[in-house]
């Protein structure tokens, strides 16, 4: 394996498919995930800062220990009845 770093820079890979692929603790800056569909995917840990997500639809998710702006979304949910 080589000693460098894979590295993607000004690509576009619109309409890719990603199967059985390890990202783990991978970087991603300036990127567009408009209209990208998500299954059956761990974000164990991970960080957002600085994210647009209007009009994201989360299913079926494990949302525990899940913050948003520093709130519990387990805590907002169950106040407001889901």
Known sequence: MSDRLPKFEH???IDATFTDVNLQSARFDNINLADASFTN???T?????G???SHVTITDA???GM???GVLVSELLRVHGQ
Request: charged content about 15%; cysteine-free; hydrophobic content about 50%.
């Open 11 to 13: 690509t576009s890979l």
């Open 51 to 53: 994210v647009n997500l």
């Open 45 to 49: 840990g991970a960080r957002f800062a």
């Open 67 to 69: 913050t948003v702006n």
């Open 62 to 64: 494990n949302l525990e």
């Open 41 to 43: 995917v761990r974000l």
